[in-house]
């Protein structure tokens, strides 16, 4: 990006609502010595390319623990926002609205940081960012490598029998020889304001991808991951 250009406006928001089912209280949770969204916070101020950093929850708990990490809430999310099928888009969505109403601040992109991601870097967002400039996009997404490969997948029919998930690929058995497959790993989605605000999604036409690594990209979904993760935390894979 030309040094001339004005530098990009960049709002992260963390999206962290209190009603977790699968592991209650998960975002607040002590994780090698720091709450969970203190991991996600840390990142996106450390990272030295977003302009604000702010936490969108129902939870007053929440808000006061993410305010001490340093982070801004100056709102409480409505009820409405916080149930468990209300899609993280639209969370975000009100975050970026409520902020051009009540404090009329307008940024440039939206950095999604989900704080079940607490593996993702202050680089990480950094070479995002730079992605997106670089390449005039309206989203940038994070992914990583599947594995196991999808064609590798199986199903189990009514009588027990084992079958082929994607029919005609019964016989792929070399991993050389299967075409790159990438999953979504819900560490980051940065998106153009105003598409977010204008078609609800970080999903337009000029979206690109942002490649990790598989010991980067562990989303907490279960008890499991969240001891996993802290054993990667603790214990950093070796480069």
Known sequence: MNSTAPKLRVLAVIPAR????????????????????????????????????VVSTDSQVIADLARECGAEVPFLRPPELARDDTPTTDSVRHAVCWLDEHQDYRPDAVVILQPTCPLRTPDDIRQSVALFCEKQAQSVVAICEAKPHPLWMKQVEADGRLTSFLPGWEHATRRQGLPHVYALNGALYLVASDILVEQNTVYPDRTFAYIMPKERSLDIDTLWDFHLAGLLLTHPFPR
């Open 18 to 53: 209190g009603g977790s089912k699968g592991i209650p209280n998960k975002n607040i949770l002590p994780l090698a010595g720091r709450p969970l969204i203190a991991w996600s916070i840390s990142a996106a101020r450390e990272s030295g390319c977003v302009d604000r950093v």
